[in-house]
């Protein structure tokens, strides 16, 4: 339990550190 909780948080952070990088793209390509 205790290894699949660790992967789905590696997962999950990954998620969201992709999100952050897409959303900070779009406004900085935004005029």
């Known amino acids: 339990a205790t290894r699949y909780d660790?992967?789905?948080?590696?997962y999950?952070?990954?998620i969201h550190l992709t999100s952050i990088r897409l959303w900070?793209?779009?406004f900085?390509?935004?005029?």
């Open 12 to 14: 999950l952070g990954f």
């Open 24 to 26: 900070f793209r779009h």
């Open 28 to 31: 900085v390509n935004s005029p």
């Open 6 to 10: 660790k992967t789905a948080d590696s």
